[in-house]
């Protein structure tokens, strides 16, 4: 009997040690969110709507006083074509409280630009762009960032990570230009301000040299960040980055190899994308490759070498809904291209709410929410894999690829989704978004586009490619 009982029990205690464990293993693989934000390109001239007493008064008042400065003067949040004024971040910061109560994520992304477009040409200081701005000028691109970072830490928990990346339009200088230490302050007094964002000693030292720097997302995390300074590699970067972009690219390598040998999963997040610059094609009938050709084959190598630790890559700069997969010598390549706060480019606003693995890094699906008509929407804008019919980012992304060359009603999500909304692509420019989803490469790209007979063989002169 007392051999039947022990029997019972041991029964017992392991059908109870196979349920915790059972439980546990699918507890920790649930997926987990995260909310993405880029391009705000807040606009404090705009916000002041001309008025030179308000322009005074940021210039003058500490930034402690700028949101009761703003209020004065909005009335209208900004229009498509204009960057964002105060009442449309004040707006969008509303709808990024609101997701953030409703959807838990585990922390948040901002892919840079943060500036508005031509911030220093419209400076209380009276400057134009310059490679030696005065501490005037500096001092007032150091408040905006500084109202930016601190209003989105009021609607955004303290405990809850941030994860900023620079913009080709941060900078105390002219557009894409890159200034590093000793030469300019920006990237430390920068690390300085979004220490509100993260606030560990490694972010600062890392962020303070050269606007780059990596982290897991816990310490118990097998998901590591590396937060890429593509500013370096842009191709319309005006200063010789020949040396940084060795730095970084060497730095870079180093963060991969680490990863790989601690078996984490990486995702890679940066402002510019390496690709064709399609929206300068079809808007400016300027064919613009993002990064220097140099710079990107020697990243596409480090891409190719450590696809296996890899699991997302996200990035922004062109204001839209996009995406790309890249073949990369047999090894795709996957990006998913976020969607802008500012409405210069034609587009509304939109912010994206991803959930991923949490053990793997995989992205499993992303929802946009969007801006429309005045008011940030109830209802989001779509869902990733409920649109494009996969079971995660990348397996969508596949079968779109596989049917979206010659299937209209399979084009018509992307053409729709491009500009949140604001307006549909045409037939014809779809052809240029369609070859640059696949083709980073100038040569390939043109080849691709010249298969359906939009432009002429002759593009292929270096009048287009020029480095």
């Known amino acids: 009997m007392n051999k039947i009982k022990r029997l019972v029990l041991i029964g017992l205690l392991g059908l109870i040690c196979v349920v915790n464990t059972t439980y546990a293993a699918v507890k920790t693989q649930l997926p987990e969110k995260f909310i993405v934000i880029s391009d705000i390109h807040f606009d404090p001239f705009l916000s002041c709507n001309d008025s030179k007493t308000c322009l005074n008064s940021l210039e003058n008042e500490p930034v402690t006083d700028w949101e009761a400065i703003f209020k004065k003067y909005q009335t209208q949040p900004s229009a498509i074509g204009q ?81 900023p990346v620079v913009g080709n339009n941060d900078s105390y200088t002219c557009d894409y230009s890159t200034e590093l230490p000793p030469k300019s302050r920006f990237y430390p007094d920068t690390a300085s301000v979004w220490q509100l964002f993260n606030d560990t000693a490694t972010f600062k030292q890392q962020f303070a040299q050269a606007g780059y720097y990596s982290d897991t997302l816990a310490a118990d995390s097998n998901v590591k960040i590396i937060a890429i300074n593509s500013n370096i590699f842009s191709r319309s970067n005006p200063d010789d980055m020949t040396q940084a972009a060795q730095n970084e690219l060497a730095w870079i390598e180093s963060q991969l190899q680490a990863a790989q040998k601690k078996q984490q999963h990486v995702w890679l997040i940066y402002h510019i994308p390496f690709g064709i610059n399609t929206y300068s094609i079809i808007h400016h009938y300027i064919n613009i490759r993002f990064w220097k050709v140099n710079y990107r084959d020697a990243y596409v190598k480090l891409l190719t070498k450590y696809h296996d630790v890899i699991s997302g890559v996200l990035n922004a700069h062109t204001h839209q809904n996009s995406f790309s ?19 210069s480019n034609g587009n509304n606003p939109g ?15 992303s929802t946009t929410y969007y801006y429309q008509n005045n008011a940030w929407q109830t209802k989001p804008e779509y869902s990733f894999d409920d649109t494009y019919g996969g079971n995660t980012i990348n ?66 002169s270096n009048l287009y490619f020029k480095l």
């Open 83 to 163: 960057d964002s004024n105060y009442l449309l971040f004040s707006l969008s910061l509303v709808e990024l409280k609101n997701l953030i109560t409703n959807q838990k994520p585990k922390f948040i992304m901002i892919l840079g630009d943060f500036l508005g477009h031509d911030f220093s040409w419209q400076s209380v200081a009276g400057e134009s762009c310059s490679s030696d701005p005065s501490s005037k000028y500096r001092d007032f691109v150091k408040k905006t960032l500084t109202f930016v970072a601190t209003q989105i830490r009021k609607v955004v928990p303290n405990s809850m990570k941030i994860y």
């Open 351 to 365: 912010m994206t709410v991803y959930s991923y693995d949490p053990i793997s890094g995989t992205l499993l699906n």
């Open 395 to 460: 397996n969508s992304i596949d079968k779109f690829i596989a049917v979206g060359e010659t299937n209209a009603y399979d084009q018509f999500p992307y053409k729709q989704y491009y500009t949140v909304l604001a307006k549909m692509l045409s037939d014809l420019d779809w052809l240029d978004y369609w070859c640059d989803i696949m083709n980073y490469q100038e040569s390939k790209f043109l080849d691709c586009v010249n298969k359906y007979k939009k432009i002429n063989i002759a593009l292929k």
């Open 325 to 343: 997969r890249f073949d990369l010598g047999g090894v795709n390549f996957y990006q998913s291209l976020n969607p802008s706060i500012s409405r």
